[in-house]
């Protein structure tokens, strides 16, 4: 039986016995205490290098975690991890996936073994009302997630889950799916989304790998008009990426890394505070571009 073939079922039972039952799926949630509202961050994670280094950009992780109080658990939102539907990992130990080629040693032997928590997932799956969540027991932690969140909690102390992107649905529906997470917030958790708002592989100027400031003009254009959306609050056209014109087609040929700061946009509450971090371009087409909602 699927959740919501559960929930139909409750429907039609008595009222008490319903509610007991209802009331038992959130018993996580209800277990943690209530929080002023956690913040939101968007991060541009660029190279897998970053997990390694030590930048510009690694020093803006690590500052902006000083700004927020430890959580209680971490739900990221990677561009690493797409699939058909929506997933959350749901593993006591999520393993560290090295989802990358050609970089040093020293990278692979990385590990980041922060604890799972199989009932955030759950809670996850029951507060997402739109659309069946299910349940992940194979895939872990990739580097969209661990090379960033290893920066704010180095100890690896804090449970972190992973929720997926469904390649099938618009930006649209992301958006709307991303705040029905929004009473996490309010329990301690911290939400990530981990991409990079512009991302062109293909465009990538080799000779310009290291060189931090350099863009295209494309690259300059999209980033540009972007932060002038998100600091206006003006999600809309943000969420029309692909109605934007052709700065955006070159900043966003493909859309995984651009979602995970639409799920962060969603959550931004009415007149709350936006502060944008690792501004810079790298390699001419790409951003660390990243933000604190609160």
Request: net charge negative.
């Amino acid at each position: 039986m699927t959740r919501k073939q559960f929930l139909a079922a409750a429907a039609t039972l008595p009222l008490a016995g319903a509610a007991v039952k209802l009331k038992s799926l959130n018993k996580f949630i209800d277990g943690l205490n209530n929080t002023s509202n956690m913040p939101v961050l968007f991060l541009g994670h660029g190279s897998p290098m970053n997990a390694i280094e030590d930048n510009e950009f690694v020093q803006g992780f690590k500052n902006i975690s000083k700004e927020i109080e430890k959580p209680t658990a971490i739900l990221v939102i990677s561009a690493h991890w797409e699939t058909k539907g929506t997933f959350v990992t749901a593993m006591e130990n999520p393993v560290t996936i090295h989802d990358f080629g050609g970089f040093p040693q020293e990278l692979f032997d990385v590990q980041y073994p922060a604890p799972g928590s199989p009932e955030l997932a759950a809670a996850v799956q029951d507060i997402v009302t739109s659309k069946d969540v299910h349940l992940d027991d194979k895939w872990g932690l990739d580097h969209g997630s661990w090379s960033v969140v290893k920066h704010l909690y180095p100890h690896a102390d804090v449970p972190i889950i992973q929720m997926s992107i469904d390649y099938s649905m618009p930006a649209s529906h992301h958006y709307a799916l991303a705040k029905e997470l929004a009473a996490l917030r309010k329990k301690g958790v911290l939400i990530i989304g981990s991409g990079n708002n512009v991302h062109n592989l293909r465009m990538v100027s080799w000779k310009h790998l290291n060189t931090v400031g350099y863009a295209f003009d494309w690259a300059q254009e999209a980033n540009e008009k972007m932060k002038g959306y998100i600091l206006d609050g003006n999600h809309q056209p943000l969420i029309d990426f692909d109605k934007q014109g052709h700065a955006f087609d070159m900043a966003i040929p493909t859309p995984e890394h651009y979602l995970p700061m639409i799920y962060a946009l969603a959550l931004q509450e009415k007149n709350e505070d936006l502060m944008i971090f690792n501004d810079a371009a790298v390699a001419g087409a790409l951003t660390m571009t990243s933000f604190k909602i609160g």
